[in-house]
């Protein structure tokens, strides 16, 4: 079993910047690839990015190329979303994600955390 624990949306104005967190914990979390995904409301949840923990190999959704920047903290077992000039449109739920492979879709995770809310308004 794996527990993934967000932190860090919230509200912001378009072209700010936000940083989400998320802690991962239990016996065999390495042995997966770890990412965002995220959900406006309407819509269905979507990609946005993922990370290996080893050698930190990533893949980005086209939508928050050059925007957001993932990175991850091996020793604290915790993986970032760095979201810079944020637009309205990137106003969803975001949701930390342990999958089975970089190019992952929703079938591909495995867990998923709570889901933290990320605003940005015009």
């Known amino acids: 079993q794996v527990q993934l624990v967000e932190s860090g949306g919230g509200l912001v104005q378009a072209g700010g910047s936000l940083r989400l967190s998320c802690a991962a914990s239990?016996?065999?979390?390495?042995?997966?690839?770890m990412g965002w995904f995220r959900q406006a409301p309407g819509k269905e949840r979507e990609f946005v990015v993922t990370i290996s923990w080893s050698v930190g190999n990533t893949y980005y959704a086209d939508s928050v190329k050059g925007r957001f920047a993932i990175s991850r903290d091996n020793a604290k077992n915790t993986v970032y979303l760095q979201m810079n000039s944020l637009k309205p449109e990137d106003t969803a739920v975001y949701y930390c994600?342990?999958?089975?492979?970089?190019?992952?879709?929703?079938?591909?995770?495995?867990?998923w955390g709570q889901g933290t809310q990320v605003t940005v308004s015009s």
């Open positions: 239990g016996r065999t979390f390495s042995s997966y690839v």
């Open positions: 994600a342990a999958a089975a492979r970089l190019r992952a879709g929703v079938r591909d995770v495995n867990y």
